[in-house]
């Protein structure tokens, strides 16, 4: 009996992901023509229908959608065990996929790279970087290997490793009423004008509910993609912001006149932590990976 290949059904998750042969085809780096014709050899094996085709866009059948679940489930399958013989099961010794979210990246991994390529030179550790929820969904389709970010963040069927605990530190000008306050608490944030990231970095939604915070408690003048355009905004007059304390340490606000003050309260923090499938074969790994980052970072 003729069985699909993996190369039909990449082709055929493709096709349930962007709804479009094109858009599909690019992202497998195939043409169009040759991804249409692996799903029609797919559909061929099977013998049954599972995609309905117009003019404008593609939609799976309830069919098609059950088989490109246990599809996807397949090729995820696959991509931990040629990772795992990759290293040949020997930790730091083939090739790891990782992601991380942009307001950890430039300031862990320079240090993290660093000492993986002192310590393990056979190791390749590809990077990716993006925001949560895009990297939770590469690493549910098999993308990605593990995801280094902030914690907690909703996903099914994973596992988390809490790594250290970031403190968010206020930055403003030496001017600002909050920078001479003998002490300073989440309350006094109040009817700040408080800058933050645009929706969907999950900084904005772990410094508000670390502070207590609801929207409708600040006034937010202007929305970023970057700590560093925050930054450059706060120091020119526009609000005052909330900072990882990696991020300042790493002397983001070295080049400007903000004072930076911590908060005399507990838990005013985020925690990073790695995240990974649970059906992973790597786990030791990554926990390997873990306690290497944790060190880096309390030493």
Known sequence: MRQPTLKQLRYLCAVAEHQHFGQAAAACHVSQSTLSAGV???????????LER??????????????VERARGLLVDVEDMVSLCAGQGVPFQGRMRMGVIPTVAPYLLPGLLGQIRSQH?????FIREDLSQTLVDALLSGELDVLLLALPFPAEQMETMPLFEDDFLLACLPDHPLASRATLRSTDLKGESLLLLEEGHCLRDHALEACKLRDSQITVPYQATSLATIVQMVANGIGVTLLPGMAVEAGIAGNTPLTVKPFDQANITRQIGLMWRKKTPRRVEFRQLGELIAALVEG
């Open 54 to 67: 117009n003019n404008r866009r593609v939609f799976l059948t309830s069919l098609g959608s059950e088989v």
């Open 121 to 125: 030179p056979q190791f390749k550790l």
């Open 40 to 50: 029609l050899e797919l559909e061929e094996t099977l013998g049954a229908s599972l």
